[in-house]
């Protein structure tokens, strides 16, 4: 059968989802946890394999298996196998025709940015920072040029896998709370780093190092070496993976909703 599970985690403390050999992944230590529980080994698939550092509070992942466990022992019982920076949410078994990241039908992720002279204290790995005062109406401008299907050279990472740079880019949005700036971007998919790249883009035009139209002659260039460079993952989430209801996947629960919050208080 095949089973789906929704996951959180705080990335900080690995080096990204892929599984690597002697190095800490979400993957890795979501496959050793299963492994034990099935009594057979088990490999994982996600929606969106997110980068060293980076968070997840709506990450998908499935996997097949012939061993039949309550669903308990999926969840509470992996819970407590694994690193208490990833929790597992819920469990559904799905038809063998859903896949994590080929079914899905967008994605969305939220970087959170705190904008003051002072760095973090709390929550460091939790958030982004830029010391300047960046001008959220010009970043909301420039990000016009990238609303579409482009082709994303210009945002991606030397090390990108894709077998394309093109991307459709269904909202990006940037606004303010107090003292944190909030970027979210909902594509069709995304290519190795550009979240990060687009955002230290937004942030170079926010704080006045160049022009509004800058955005868009970066984006016709294909020139990755133009842009700015990538940002810290540290406020980068994935936050929302968009299926067909067909499939009867929970949907996310509200950002704000989360147990331990960030907001500008708390800094």
């Avoid at 990335?11 to 050793?32: A, D, K, N, V």
């Avoid at 970043?139 to 990472?157: E, P, V």
């Avoid at 970027?183 to 006045?208: D, Q, S």
Wanted: proline share 4%; with cysteine; net charge neutral.
């Amino acid at each position: 059968m095949r089973l789906a599970l929704g996951i959180e985690y705080d990335g900080s403390s690995f080096f990204g989802w892929q599984l690597q050999p002697e190095i800490s992944t979400i993957q890795g230590e979501i496959e050793r946890g299963l492994s034990q529980i099935a009594g057979e080994p088990i490999r994982v698939f996600c929606a969106g394999r997110t980068d060293t550092g980076v968070h997840a509070t709506y990450q998908i992942i499935h996997f097949d298996t012939g061993v039949i466990r309550p669903s308990g022992a999926w969840v509470r019982g992996l819970n407590a196998l694994i690193s208490n920076e990833i929790s597992i949410r819920w469990v559904r078994e799905v038809s063998v025709d859903f896949h994590a990241r080929y079914s899905a039908l967008r994605r969305t992720y939220r970087y959170l940015l705190l904008n003051r002279e002072q760095r973090p204290g709390l929550f460091a790995k939790n958030i982004g920072w830029y010391h300047k005062k960046l001008d959220v109406d010009a970043m909301n401008n420039a990000a016009l040029a990238l609303i579409g299907k482009h082709d994303f050279s210009a945002f991606r990472s030397s090390e990108c896998q894709a077998n394309s740079p093109v991307r459709v880019i269904e909202e990006l949005s940037i606004r303010s709370s107090e003292d944190i700036i909030i970027f979210e971007i909902t594509a069709n998919a995304f290519l190795h780093h550009m979240v990060r790249n687009i955002v230290g883009n937004l942030v170079y035009i926010g704080a006045g190092k160049h022009s509004v139209e800058w955005m868009q002659e970066i984006l016709f260039s294909g020139d990755r070496a133009l842009a700015a460079p990538t940002f810290s993952p540290n406020g980068l989430y994935l936050t929302s993976i968009d299926y067909s209801p067909d499939w009867g996947l929970p949907r996310p629960e509200s950002f704000s909703n989360l147990k331990v919050t960030l907001t500008s208080s708390a800094f």
